[in-house]
Every structure is written in C-alpha cells, then in structure tokens.
C-alpha cells in the first residue's frame, strides 16, 4: 500500500504547487496590470494640470505675447511640481480663485501649494495653499517652498499628495483585485481540502483493502492450526502440536509486524 499512498501524496504536493503558481501567476499579473492603471492615473493628472493652467492663462493676462505657444511656457521639473512662465504678476486673491476653479473644472481635487516667483528678487513675492474641497485627511497649510532660480517670472505650483491622490483615484483596481485575490485564494484552499479530504479517505479505503486482502491468509491459517489443535489425534502427537503451535506464533507475529508498519506508513503519509 505504501507506493500507492506515496503516489497520492506526491499527487498532493504536485496540486499544492500548481495553486501556488497559478496564485502567483494571478499575482504578477494583477500587479503588473496596477501598475499599467497608476501610470495611466499619473498622465491624466499631468494633463488635468496642464489643461488648468492653459485654462488660467486664459482667464488672466499672464503673457504679453497672446500668439505664444503655451505648451512651451510649462515645465515640469519633477513629479510633484510644476511652473509656467508669465510676463506679469497677478494679484493673489485673482490667482488663488481661477486656478483652483480651473482645478475643479477639471476634477483634480488634491492639495496644491501656489507661489509666484520674481526674477528681480530672486524669490517668491508671495505663497499661499489651495486646499482641496474634498477632505483627504490633514493638510499641511504650511508652505516653505523653495525657488528654483530663472531669468523670468512663473508660477510654481507643488502637489504635496500627488501620489497619494493618484491612488485613490486606483480604489475600485485595487478592490477589485484585492477581492479577485480573496477569491481566487478561498477556492484554492477549498480544492486543496476537498482534495485532502478525498486523499484520506482513499487512504482509509486502502487500509481495509489491505486488511481483507493481506490479512485473510495468516488469520485462515491460525484458524485452521486452532481447530487443528482441538482434534484429539493432533493432541496426541507432541511434535505436530509444536508445529501448528509453531504456524499460530509465527503467523501472529507477522500480522502485529504488519499492522505496526501499516499504521506508521499512513500516519507519516497523512501528516508528511
């Protein structure tokens, strides 16, 4: 019985790492496909921003050239921050209510810190803090910016929780594959104890099995020396006493043997 046992157990394992890889395979796949999801969200926010200030432009008179080709006076020197140029500086309050309108109109509602830079003094002439009207937990008002030295004036604009807000934009992707995951892992564990369930049984089944067919031969056998024992012609005769004698002791030493090594083969197998 002990290669069959061993043959289902190898079985076993064989199923346990396949639902691992294909658990991993799910994985990678989900992941790969989130990350393709949070670039996305990143260009769009990129674009949303690009449309507002192209928006702010029009709504102030910030360049003295109305033919210029607004692309080219946006920068954007790192993943949080970017800055346009102007020709001249608008009034605060003016400033603070079109872009954070323009940032409405296109539905970027993250926190944004806005500072106006002077090249003649080398710093921002003033700073202020857009924050959002969504709540997203606490904001950090304050502002602390640093200028970054140009030969013209711009607005520098900071997103403190730019990526933050790029994965909330990602909630229903990360839900659905966090459930996906769930699931995937629940029926997998479900079909590997089913599975089991069925190994132990087969095992069970494999054991009586055994028992019938194993064992029927040394039990005939100490049931014919016994009755051999208790006819009066066998009695009488001392050495074919000794041999069924003999026959019954060699017989039940082997059945103890064999059920010793029969329970350790599938106690082992079960727990391996």
Known sequence: VRPLIT???????????????????????????????????????????????????????????????LSALIEHPNPNSFLFRIDT???????????????????VFTDCHLAVYDPKKDAFVYETFLA????????????GLQPIKKEYAYVYLFFPKRNSYIISQMNA???????????LIGFSLVIYYLFRQKFLNEIQKDFINNVTHEFSTPLMVIDLSTDALSKPSVIAQPEKVTKYATSIRHQSEYLKKHIQNLIHTVVAEQYS
């Open 7 to 69: 043959m289902r157990s190898s079985t076993t394992r064989l199923l346990i790492l396949l639902l691992a890889v294909t658990i991993a395979a799910i994985i990678a796949l989900q992941a790969h496909w989130l990350q393709k999801t949070y670039a996305l969200e990143k260009n769009e926010f990129n674009t949303a921003i690009i449309k507002s200030i192209r928006g702010v432009y029009e709504d102030i008179a910030l360049t003295n050239d109305a033919g210029t080709n």
């Open 89 to 107: 500086i608008p009034l605060k309050d003016s400033l603070n209510y079109y872009f954070k309108n323009e940032l409405e109109d296109f539905d």
């Open 132 to 143: 959002t009207t969504i709540p997203t937990g606490k904001s950090n008002t304050g502002t």
């Open 173 to 183: 992707w990360i839900l659905t594959s966090s459930l996906l995951l769930l699931l």
